[in-house]
């Protein structure tokens, strides 16, 4: 795992506009930069970063954060693989927790593969452009294809010359370790020690993962030898889970983002002759039954995916279990047929690409129509087989896990197949009866087994404890990112809460003025000798933060909000130390919840750079020069509303007849109270 102090590090070393600038092309606004937001298509700029806290905002999508969140949600980085890229970057060592020499070993191996995996990607891709057997054989055949250099670049497309160690003795000559060139596959090795290239004769398709290591390789023979497969793969190994990779997902994972949704095709050639078309949101099973580790792949980027199938009606009905898949993990799945006879790579060399992006925009059904039109022909004058295409479509409803969404849908194949929703209902909650059963079912499997499991080890511990650090560096950073753009992205409207507003007011002056000395004037009540009331001025000096400490602590004043109660702690802990208030360490905060609340404050104060407005001669007042005033002004209106909710709720006590009377006392009490307080705030009741 990865220190905290190599991540500090890292924090205090990146440059933000440094990091975003090989991404976005910024242009200076003031002290900031300004840009074209890279999550959304728009002509005027709405993404801003601010060199002075290090932040940045896309107020075109509400995304926000520092350097390493750009790189999780531009790159779609894990955690680790962000503070690695920006470790790599600025030349700083990754110090991590000692781990113990099996530990080490495995992460050394898996190193190691991706080393030799990298190589041999460099390699094949070398001899496909610059070999003359690898020009006439494997480079034509991609051009035949109708693949251009530059999509040929993009995919590291490759060949590997048709004799038996041509890769395999160059690696060796290279350096690397004839073990690792057998545990990635690219090498096999007999009994009696031969060695022969794996992949001999074939055209490469690299498969990289999200963030574009090398993991292994898919591989196409050109000839019409019927003993060998059309198709080759690397064999699972350490670094390559075919069911947890989608082919084309590191060149597809910014344009899915964009999109917000991900086309899903079968094979490589569907893939690249796609992208080549302009439709780059797409990725490939390679050849492989779709399985839940690939959807929650694309999850990552988008809730929506479009399934293309190939104008084939069997082909079509042996895939169509990967949509009940899709709806389980809970995405909005459609699904588009091409005409008879085509498929993606096909049609999308046949047609232009305004006729393309057409086609699949107004030809994708819903799950429900797709099935229906699929399936109906035969089942039409059946009503056995009808029942069972009902209860066919009620099933795959029965894997969506938003009860409102299971319910539109249950209208909608209602009103299809005109039978009542009150039948399928029912049919619904005995298959959801079913599926609770079995999931206890197996789960009482699953628990029986590792009690046996624990009872035949020597200490009892579970064998599971003794996993990689890798996949603890990435549980551990997981929990500590998750869900930084709940509310943000929901685009659901909600109801101004009025304390919530003066809250994060009070929290919106600490981060951006708590350090600044300001001279503060108040009034405070006098009785003379006569018992008259008087209002005395008083002038004194305090730091923004702990006149607004004190004040909050005089009145024993709480956050009701969690997450704005979250960021005073931290700032008071930081006041309870004599330290000024750090932006970097909220900005950088390991709950994630602290770090985008403060980001968006600390952003959203600077929004109205983007639309210049002293270019129109309207010039913005400075809150600084009046600080006091906002300082004052936001805990009596604080105050104020806490009163208000405190007269409420003794209102509703008088209904009780034992507490009428005092309840009654007080309400007058806090009125007068509130009265005074309006007063201060120089407003009428």
């Known amino acids: 795992m990865i220190l905290r102090s190599t991540i500090d590090r890292v924090f205090e070393t990146a440059r933000v506009e440094e990091v975003i600038g090989e991404f976005v092309t910024l242009k200076k606004a003031g002290s900031n930069f300004k840009g074209l937001s890279p999550f959304t298509d728009e002509k005027t700029p709405s993404f801003m970063v601010s060199p002075v806290k290090q932040i940045w905002k896309d107020f075109s999508t509400g995304k926000g954060g520092n350097a390493v969140t750009f790189l999780m949600e531009h790159e779609h980085f894990s955690y680790p693989e962000a503070i690695r890229y920006l470790a790599k970057k600025y030349t700083i060592e990754i110090e991590e927790e000692e781990r113990t020499d099996a530990q080490k070993e495995a992460e050394d191996e898996r190193e190691s593969m991706y080393l030799v995996s990298k190589f041999a990607s460099d390699y094949y891709h070398d001899v496909l452009k610059n070999n003359p057997k690898g020009k006439a054989v494997g480079l034509s055949y991609f051009k035949e294809r109708g693949f251009t250099d530059e999509i040929i670049e993009k995919f590291k497309l490759g060949y590997n010359l048709d004799e038996w160690t041509a890769f395999t003795d160059t690696a060796i000559r290279k350096g690397y370790d004839l073990q690792y060139l057998e545990k990635t596959g690219l090498t096999i090795v007999k009994e009696n020690n031969k060695q022969f290239d794996r992949f001999k004769g074939r055209v490469l398709f690299p498969i990289q993962s999200m963030s574009g290591r090398i993991l292994g390789f898919g591989g196409r023979i050109l000839t019409n030898d019927k003993k060998a497969a059309k198709y080759l793969n690397s064999p699972e190994s350490d670094i390559y889970h075919k069911s947890k990779v989608l082919y084309g997902i590191y060149q597809a994972k910014q344009a899915i983002s964009k999109e917000d949704n991900c086309f899903l095709v079968e094979g490589y050639t569907d893939v690249i002759s796609m992208y080549q078309a302009g439709v780059q949101n797409v990725v490939a099973s390679s050849g492989t039954a779709l399985t839940p580790d690939q959807i929650r792949l694309v999850r990552r980027l988008t809730p929506n995916i479009t399934v293309l199938f190939d104008g084939d009606a069997a082909g079509i009905r042996a895939s169509i279990r990967g949509i009940d898949l899709i709806l389980e993990q809970g995405m909005n799945v459609k ?156 685009g659901k409207p909600k109801a101004v809460n009025t304390l919530d507003l003066l809250e994060q007011e009070i929290i919106k002056i600490l981060l951006l003025y708590g350090n600044e000395q300001v001279d503060f004037v108040d009034w405070i009540e006098e009785v003379n000798d006569l018992g008259q009331v008087k209002m005395i001025k008083d002038e004194y000096s305090n730091l923004v933060s702990q006149e607004l400490y004190l004040q909050l602590q005089d009145d024993e004043i709480e956050f009701a909000n969690p997450v704005f109660k979250k960021v005073y702690l931290e700032i008071v802990t930081q006041l309870n130390q004599e330290k000024p208030i750090s932006m970097e360490e909220l900005t950088s905060h390991k709950d994630p919840e602290i770090a985008q609340i403060v980001t968006d404050i600390l952003m959203d104060d600077e929004k109205y750079v983007l639309s210049n407005w002293e270019s129109k001669e309207i010039y913005v007042t400075s809150k600084v020069e009046k600080l006091s005033k906002l300082v004052l002004d936001a805990i009596w209106n604080l105050r104020r509303v806490l009163i208000e909710l405190k007269i409420k709720e003794l209102v509703q006590e008088v209904s009780i007849a034992e507490t009428r009377e005092s309840a009654l006392e007080m309400v007058v009490n806090y009125t007068e109270l509130k009265k005074k307080l309006f007063e201060k705030l120089h407003r009428i009741l």
């Open 335 to 490: 699904v588009l047929t091409f005409p008879e006879g085509e498929d993606p790579d096909s049609f999308a060399k046949k047609v232009a690409t305004s006729e393309l992006k057409d086609y699949l925009a107004n030809n994708a059904q819903d799950f429900i129509n797709f099935k229906v039109s699929l399936l109906m022909g035969e089942a039409k004058n059946d009503p056995v087989k009808k029942a069972g295409l009902i209860r066919d479509i009620v099933t795959s409803i029965s894997k969506i896990p938003d009860n409102i969404q299971r319910e539109v849908y249950v209208q909608e194949c209602s009103r299809i197949l005109e039978i009542s929703e009150s039948v399928l209902f029912n049919e619904l909650a005995q298959i959801s009866k079913k599926n609770e059963r079995e999931a206890y079912q197996k789960s009482q499997q699953a628990r029986k087994q590792q009690e046996r499991a624990q009872q035949r080890s020597p200490s009892g511990t579970n064998s599971h404890q003794n996993t990689s650090s890798k996949a603890d560096e990435e549980a551990y950073f997981q929990m500590m990112i998750a869900e930084q753009q709940g509310a943000a992205q929901s």
